[in-house]
């Protein structure tokens, strides 16, 4: 959302810049690496590295010596031979100065304060465990509430999921939403979408007979007497390796299709995987979901979305963001 928001009013190396630190960041996050991985890596680095100095022309910066810029020189190497950062942030290192430098400085004398400083960390060590072994004994009551648990899929709408991996899998909500019509025909009425009798059966007919069934004569497509189940959202299981996902680089999301969200309809836009051979953007179609129903036919239940579909734009991704863009 960033990147294309600002790539009209900044000059097109700044949108580059930015877009191949993205590629950068995303690529870094990942859990496994293999040596394609590493080269995407050391590809984007050196695109970052070659557009930045679009910030020293225009003069919006006098230098780029940043220290944590600088690091990222180092990543290829680094993850080569110690493996993935695994999420390790450059903060981290700063936030344990101020816990084992500044406050044990502020403590001591300032007279040799540096043995001073090192009795301070022993003495505080060893009052973090007897606190977190009289917690577990039920002694003490705990600091703070236990950190959530990042595979419980129940509560948050996204996280990480340790299931194995698979390409994406999606499921409906568990609770139907009421007050919706349970004929096919008479829930096309309620939504304004006339035709989705019509997709429904073709759908349908797809599904059994293993054709397309766009083409198929309408009277040759099942009828559907079932009852049909809405809802109001779907879960969607997919792997990304650059997100929090689990150990074999699962993650979740909810897709949200709402009449009312807060006041306000919420209809998401997904993607949806076309052809599985095909890698990344070029194997898929954006589309905006509309609604999500299920009904039964002989005994096996059949999920379903009815979506908007967005046209890619081009045949390849933009110049200036290194993104697909999409239209209605």
């Not at 690529?27 to 991985?37: G, I, M, P, S, V």
């Not at 109001?232 to 792997?239: D, E, L, N, Q, T």
Request: hydrophobic fraction near 35%; aromatic fraction near 10%.
């Amino acid at each position: 959302v960033f990147l294309p928001a600002i790539s009209e009013y900044i000059p097109e190396e700044m949108t580059k810049c930015l877009s191949s630190f993205l590629d950068f960041c995303y690529l870094a996050r990942r859990n496994d690496f293999t040596t394609d991985t590493i080269t995407e890596l050391q590809n984007a680095l050196h695109s970052f590295c070659e557009y930045r100095k679009i910030f020293l022309r225009t003069k919006v910066r006098a230098h780029l010596s940043i220290p944590r810029m600088h690091s990222i020189l180092h990543y290829p190497y680094l993850i080569i031979n110690f493996g993935a950062p695994n999420g390790v942030c450059s903060s981290i290192t700063e936030s344990r100065h101020i816990t084992a430098v500044k406050k044990p400085w502020r403590r001591s004398n300032r007279y040799n304060a540096l043995s001073q400083m090192l009795l301070t960390n022993q003495r505080l060590d060893k009052l973090t465990m007897l606190r977190a072994r009289l917690v577990e004994h039920g002694l003490m009551p705990p600091l703070q509430a236990p950190a959530p648990d990042p595979f419980e899929t129940d509560k948050d709408d996204e996280g990480a999921v340790d299931a194995d991996r698979l390409l994406a899998k999606v499921e409906l909500a568990k609770t139907r939403a009421r007050h919706y019509p349970r004929k096919l025909e008479d829930l096309a009425g309620y939504v304004n979408q006339p035709l989705l009798p019509e997709l429904t059966r073709r759908f349908l007919f797809g599904q059994l007979s293993g054709e397309v069934a766009d083409s198929i004569d309408i009277d040759l497509c099942p009828e559907i007497h079932a009852k049909i189940n809405v809802y109001h959202s779907a879960i969607a299981m997919f792997y990304a390796p650059s997100d929090n996902a689990g150990i074999h680089g699962m993650h979740r999301e909810r897709i949200r299709c709402t009449p009312s969200w807060y006041g306000h309809p919420r209809r998401d836009t997904v993607a949806v995987i076309i052809d599985e051979d095909e890698p990344g953007f070029r194997g898929m179609s954006a589309a905006r979901a509309l609604l999500f129903f299920s009904f039964t036919y002989k005994d096996s239940e059949y999920p379903c979305v009815l979506v908007h579909w967005y046209n890619t734009y081009r045949r390849s991704r933009d110049n200036r963001t290194s993104m697909w863009t999409v239209r209605p």
